[in-house]
Every structure is written in structure tokens, then in C-alpha cells.
């Protein structure tokens, strides 16, 4: 059978179909559909879900091994508690105590051992070449040696990391933060002491967790973290089941709103408006549940028209003035190639990208790229032009 | 040939296709997709578009004359100057002069003889009870009579308009306020001397017109205009070709963008994000175009983020102490059969409003209405009971 323009044998097909529980009709329609995609270049062997299949999140990933295929889940969507109380006690009823850890603000990766190679495996299931080089020269890669059969999932975080760069963590260049441990196949996360356990014995860093805390009053001791993590800009919570058997809740800062619609209303064509409406609506939320009075609720509402209207205002002036818009990124990279590897990988993903020179660091090289943002740019500049809206 | 619950029959289809110049076929296939559908009750004998097709407005609305048909066309889409400086000179770019008239807050109404009576057709083409009593009550119908192949395009406005009701133009009941006058069949508009000398002659309101401006500082004499408008809480100005030759421009107030805004936020599980994002990014170009200071800047922040949090933030109180959500507004009227008529009409477009008692006042009765808004109504409680967003 024909996909686009490469082949999948029908051998493959039949094998797939099985291993899935799937008929072989089906699995070719997930082809022609590109909802099944194989990669390209050195990791062909790996397909992708890029469509949420039959329970399969997007994202995940396969690809054969011996007389059948391994599987790698892709990350499950956290849904969000839009207020604490009483979202929690009915969400998670029935347990005693939930845990509480850090919502960091990062580009989710998945790192595994795949065909004895280690990859850093990005949330729509990509290999990302940079993102692989960074695992593996920061993550102890001997856990993947004991526990081959496990996946972590966690975070790249900080300034030198090109999708999501914060400088709110501490970090110089970048770091891996994992939150959840899981098996290949079934996706199933261990428990979190468990988890825990093993993250320290290899010395991995982890995403902060803040203890577990009685179900009947979790609700005020998550208000009281939110409120000290809002200071630091930083994300919010993901609440837990500490036997990981619910499905986590998340619940985020004000601040990481207002931080996100800055960014949004910067590329205010690019970004979705299915993506705005629900970071606005839950300002409305928290205001009402932390009970605000006339003054805190003026400096949410100041806060919140800021975020918004500032980053427009530059943008627009920006172009303006005749300067195109564009994100600043960086990455660090020990061998040049990697480099040349990621500005292929984002060509290839369509991303408008361009890289500087790169300017030595140490025995490293740092590298510049700047993101085109080529829909608010060209909306905004034939408005400017005079075209109508 | 059938469509929904009703025959249309095949010589009417045809001589409707040979009118409108469409192949039978096309005609059939619009009747089945309901974007030609035909009025219920006593004006059955009218059909109007549901979309636009072929250039025919949506919301044009058709019936058979004579050997023939008789057409009066929607209202143009007006679009929209997100600059005054240079769209102005590039729309209207040719012209001397343009004429700036007020864009009115009302309800947009077309009125027109139709078979020998004085019909009210909204924007989308309906017949509504309650605005063709105001309009014969209102109106000199002997305009129509002198000039039957003419349709009134303007606006219902004021306290007792059930759609937006607004007290800013100092109208004590309702009134119609005329903005063109345009043939039925070609829609083709009156020049802007003609219409007035006709709206006149009749006496009949009209939306108050600034003058005529030489396009080249038409732009500044605008913004002018804007800001004395803003601090009415008025809407904005619609920019005309005084021979009515090309199509016009609109251009509003940031306190129309807040005021629509505040509105769309009260209900804002009702109201489309497609509404609310252009109204937010029409404030950045307007702070850059007047080229804003820091302080002027920060008061219009701080109004958007107000025109946004305050009616979300009431509209999740309510809710969570129990009320419902709903929009008050009131009829008033000579006969209560025309509150029943439109009690049936707003149900028949599944409008869920609760109708009050008819209260007297002078000869006439006000009524109460409570349209419920039930999507932000349920979202919000089903939050508040724990559910996720």
C-alpha cells in the first residue's frame, strides 16, 4: 500500500493489524489518513499516532521489536480542576490523601530505550534531535540498561531550550525534570513512591512535589502552594493519586495565565483563539473562589488587560516600524551537526526558522535562532498596508 | 419535492430557478439544505436565505408577485477599518469626498411594503411581530405608498428594543433611526443627498451624519469624531462614498469593543470567540495608531481587563449563589396579542425567554422578559459542582 509518497508493506500491515486488536482494513486507513505516520531519515522504524486513536493518545509511538512491536504511550492529558473545591473531593473521592507536585513549564519529552538507542521523544512523537543529545549527556543513562521496559516523562527546561526558554527555574542551560515513570506498552505510571525511589537512585531531577495532603483539606493547602508559586511566575500544580490509579488534575497561577495570553496576544494570528478564551475564563474563576475583594480583584483585572494589550501593542508596533515579529530562541549544542540536524528537523516540521552563527561557549556552542511568525506579521503589515480586517 | 415537514412545489421551484437564474436542481438542493426556507404562519408566502449564495446577501428575502418575484435584499456586510490612516485612501481611493455618518447600537431592520403590508424583516430575514408594530406605529407609512419599489435599511433603537436594548440616545420607548434607502430587486442603495431629502420629506429619524470630509485628512478628522462618540459610550461612525458607489467602511469607539466585550464575557459560554478576540485586538492597533503615552496606555488597559473580568466574575457569583443567568429586557406595546405573537416567535428560534405580566402604562403595557442564557448558565454550575472544565 501507498502512503503520501512511501511505501508500507502489507507484511507490516498484517503484523500491525494483529498487535493492535485492529482489522488490516483499519490500519490502512490510519495510513492514508496520515493518523499513523512513519518518521523519516534514521529513526523510519518508528510510527506515530498522530490522531488520538481508540484510546491510543496522539503522540504515541511504535515500532517492532523481535516477533512483535513495542509501544510507547504518549502523554495523557491532565484535565483541569477550574476551581479546587469541590472539584478535588469529587474527583478524587473515595482516596484519603492526594499528592501534590509541581506544574513546571517546559517541553514535555518522553526518554526511552529504543532498539538499544536512547531518544527524546517529543509530545506529538517526533525525534527531536537536539532534545536527544541533551538526554543523553544529562541523564544517567544507565537506568535505561536496569529498567528497559520503563519511560520517563518529564520536562526540558530553562534558557537553552528552543520551544519553551524560562529563566524562572535557576537553570543555566537546560535540565530534565521528570514527573512520571511509566511502562512501555500498557503506559501504566508507577506509584509515586516508587517513582520517587528510582528517580534518586539514578540522581534524576524531579519536579518539586509538595507532600501528600488529606483529600478534605487539600483544596485551602493547594490554594496557600498556588499563591507562593503565582509569586515566583511559576505554573501551577498536578494533583495526584499517590497509587496512580485516577488520572491527575492540574490547576495553574494566575500568573501562568497572564504569562501564556502575553506570549499569545505577542503572535495574536498564530494563536489559537480556542487557546485565549479558557485562560480568561478561569481568571473570572479564581477571582470568585478566593473570595476577592475590590482592591485584589482590581489588581487581577489590571493584570490580566496588561497581559493582553501590552504584547499586542509592541507587536503591532513592532511591524509598524518594519521589523518583522519573531521569537528569540537559543540552544547549546557540543557538536555543530547537532545543530544542523534541528534546523533540518524544523524545516521538515515547517517551522520558519533561522539560525546565526554559531558563537563558542566553553567547549560548547551557543546558537541563536529566531522563529518567524510569519501569520501575525503578514496580517498585521497588510493591515498597516490598509487592507481591511 | 419535500423539505423538512413541508411540499414546495416543483412550478413554483421552477419558475423561482428561472428567476433567480439557477438551475432547478440548485433551487431544489437549497430548499433541502434549508439555506432557502420558507416563513411559517401568516407570512408563508415569503422565503428568505439562511447563507449567502451567489452574492445574494443572507438574510434576503424573496416572494412571488405577479408573474414574477420581488426581492429585497440583506444588508451588506460592512467591513471594517482596523486603521483609518492609510485604509481610507486605499478603499475609497478616487474620490474627493467621503461622507461619515453614526453607526448606531440598535437592531438592524429592513422595513418594506410586501403585498400591501408594512413588514419589519430582521437581519436574518424573519418577520418579527413586535418590531412591525413599532415600525407602523412609528413610521409615515405613506412613504410606502409613494414609493413601493423602496426599502427602509436602519435600526430599532432604545430601552424597549428587546434585542439590544440601550438608554445611551436618550429614547424614551423605541424608535427607528434610517441609514439607506434601497431599491427592492437590485439592492442598489440611494445616494447619500437623495436619501436625506426623502428621510426628510417623511420625517423620519435618521442616524445623524457628520458631513462630508476631503479624503486626504479624513483620517484625523475622524478620530475626532471616535473620541467625542467614546465618551457617549457611543458606537463608532460608518464611512460612506457619497454616490453610494463603493461599498462603505465602519470604524468603533474602544468603548464599543469594551461595551461588546462586557456583554460577551457575561455570557461567555454563549458568545462565539471568534466575537470576543477581534474586539481585544482592535484596542492594540488603536493605542498604536493614536500613538498612545504610558498613562493613556494603562487606562485603556485597565478597561479592557475590567470589560472582561467584572461581568465574568459577576456571572460566576450568581451562579454560585444559586441564581440563573439571564438578560432583562422589555417590550412595550398597545395590544398585549402582539407580547403572545412575539412570545411564539422568539420560542419558534428557540430563544428561551420567560414573559412577564403585562404591566400598564398609559394606554400601553411593558413587559418584562427573561432570556435565559443556559449554556454559561450550566457550564458555570456544572463547575462550581465539581466538574471539570
Redesign the interface.
Known sequence: MKRGDEEIDSGFVERLAGFLGFDEERVQHLFEKIYLARNWGKHDYLFRFDKEISRIERGTVLYEKGDSFEVIMGFPKI?????LD??????FSGLEKITVEEKMNGYNVRVAKVKDDILAITRSGYICPYTTEKAKEKLDLKFFDDFPELVLYGEMLGPDNPYVPKEIYGIDSVEFYIFDIREKNTGNPLPISKKHEILEEYGFLQVECFGEFPLHTAAEQITKIIRELGKKEHEGVVIKDPDMILAP?KYTSSQSNCSDLRHA?RF?NEAG??Y???R??R???Q??EWDENEAE??K???????S???P??E???SV?NGQRLYEEVRIRVKDPKTATEFENYLKRLGVDAIFEEPQPIGNEYLINIKKINKSTNDKTQA???????
Do not use: C, N
Request: glycine share 6%.
Open positions: 484535565r483541569r480542576a477550574m476551581v469541590p472539584t478535588l473531593k469529587k474527583h488534575l496576544f495574536y483563539r480556542d485565549m478564551l479558557p480568561i475564563v481568571e473570572g474563576f477571582t470568585v480583584f482590581k487581577r483585572y489590571m493584570q490580566l488587560g496588561e493582553i494589550l501590552r499586542l501593542r507587536s503591532i508596533q509598524k493591515i498597516w498596508e490598509g487592507e481591511l480586517w
